[in-house]
């Protein structure tokens, strides 16, 4: 019996993992594959406030360390330099995939999570006070609550009779790392199928290859012919390709989970959302519901909150993504060349040359500028918090530094003891704080600094001083203690 079973050992399946077993949750994961695929370099990098995200939990150095800071923000090629955005992270991390995978598996194993490879989930079933995991070997797993965080062919959304609206493949894609005989044609291009690109890896040897064409129905693993062939097609030549050393296939197909839960079972990263890669957002989003949803649940799991809190999860995370797939979609449109498109693609280029087009479309890209709709009140609420310079009864902080263990975190900047959290006091932690330099949020600018502010284990505001606290830490944090109630 565990009080999670996740269903997926990806970035976005390793991470809520973390994240529950931060807020002290007995959490298994079940993965299919014998090993990660870490050969495979799928997404190529961190936006910025995943790396933000990572800090918040104190392991943001083992990924920068691994990576390569640059300006990697992009609009369909376009390039969006952040480097005057107020965050300490304002850059994109190239970074491998399969490093990725690597840096996160090892913290969680450092963390205790059991992770059951070579086991595959082939149907669960759900009651009032749990779910029956059925795996392919004949053993069964008991859970609290089951997530599906099992790529876009989620097993666990399909079995739980959760839609997958959206829109059907126009491109088809290779990418593969592989040998050449031949000098190849280096750099990207565009024609009327897509992206077309061949790189130079940093071992001398290898190349990675993307090509695409117009979506034929394609099925089956992808081959070393079909690379072949599909390189013959856009420049008339394979280039001697030859020792591959993967090979996969992906395409625009767009599709977005009508729900995020239903009853028990929930559904996170690709599971719940699908899009063209352009601009690297997939795994970032995917990292960034494992937070959102992570502390919520270790929160009904716990007691502390009613299951309703769960619905926030959706309320919170299915407008991001949905934002996500418009944008990739009319960035997917951009990739192919023609006389029009070119004139669109130099119009965007000037568009995007401009401070306000620019700040807000990478503000949205880098994930810098999501706002969770929590009422009206402060430009902050519903934000995520600056990482202001601290100085507290222990000496200067920053506030991510508040955050590492997965709590919330009440900073009050007026008189010591002039907040009320009784009947929440094992649940928050409250620091009396100063504060040093301006309040600025990237595209919204500088704010007001609050009197105090309530920030949630995700790093976003849930209060801010503005009217009595005791409703956002029911809300957050569950109604306050029996004890004080009565």
């Not at 993504?321 to 004139?343: E, F, P, S, W, Y």
Request: aromatic share 6%; with cysteine; glycine share 10%.
């Amino acid at each position: 019996m565990h009080a999670v079973v996740i269903v997926g050992s990806g970035p976005t399946g390793m991470m809520l993992a973390a994240e529950l077993t931060l807020a002290g949750v007995d959490v298994a994961v079940v993965e299919r594959r014998a090993s990660p695929d870490l050969d495979r370099a799928r997404a190529g990098g961190l936006h910025a406030r995943t790396i933000e995200v990572l800090d918040q939990r104190g392991v943001a150095d083992r990924f920068v360390s691994q990576g390569q800071a640059m300006q990697i923000q992009g609009y369909s090629g376009i390039r969006l330099d952040i480097s005057d955005f107020p965050t300490r992270y304002n850059y994109g991390l190239a970074l491998p995939q399969s490093d990725t995978e690597r840096i996160i598996a090892a913290w969680v194993s450092e963390l205790g999570v059991p992770v059951a490879r070579e086991h595959e989930v082939t149907g669960f079933a759900q009651d009032e006070g749990g779910v029956d995991v059925e795996l392919s070997d004949g053993q069964s797993l008991r859970a609290d609550y089951l997530v599906g965080c099992d790529g876009g062919r989620s097993l666990i959304r399909r079995a739980a009779g959760i839609d997958f609206p959206g829109w059907e493949a126009s491109i088809y894609s290779l990418v593969a790392e592989a040998e050449m005989s031949e000098e190849p044609e280096w750099g990207i291009c565009y024609d009327e199928n897509g992206t077309q690109a061949v790189a130079k890896l940093a071992d001398g040897k290898r190349v990675r290859v993307v090509v695409s064409q117009r979506y034929a129905g394609q099925t089956g693993e992808p081959t070393l012919r079909d690379l072949s062939q599909a390189l013959i097609a856009v420049w008339g030549t394979d280039y001697g390709v030859h020792s591959l050393a993967w090979i996969s296939r992906f395409t625009d197909m767009t599709r977005q989970a009508a729900s995020y839960r239903k009853g028990r079972v929930l559904l996170a990263g690709d599971a719940a959302h699908v899009h063209y890669p352009v601009g690297g957002q997939g795994l970032n989003i995917g990292v960034q519901d494992a937070v959102n949803l992570g502390w919520k649940l270790a929160q009904v799991v716990n007691g502390t909150s009613p299951d309703d809190l769960l619905d926030t999860y959706q309320a919170e995370r299915h407008p991001v993504a949905a934002r996500v797939l418009q944008n990739t979609m009319a960035q997917t449109a951009l990739t192919r060349c023609d006389a029009r498109i070119g004139a669109l693609r130099e119009t965007m280029s000037e568009l995007l040359s401009m401070d306000e087009p620019r700040k807000r479309i990478a503000g949205m890209i880098s994930g810098l500028d999501i706002h969770y709709d929590l009422g009206e009140g402060h430009p902050l609420l519903g934000r995520r918090m600056p990482d202001l310079d601290l100085v507290t009864a222990d000496g200067p902080r920053w506030v991510f530094t508040l955050l590492h263990h997965a709590r919330p975190v009440l900073l009050n900047f007026g008189e010591p003891g002039g907040l009320d959290v009784t009947g929440w006091a094992d649940r928050v932690q409250l620091v009396d704080a100063k504060h040093a330099g301006p309040w600025e949020l990237p595209v919204l600018g500088a704010v007001t600094a609050p009197p105090a502010v309530l920030i949630r284990p995700d790093g976003y505001v849930a209060w801010a001083g503005d009217q009595p606290i005791q409703r956002p830490l029911t809300t957050w944090l569950g109604p306050p203690t029996a004890s004080e109630r009565s």
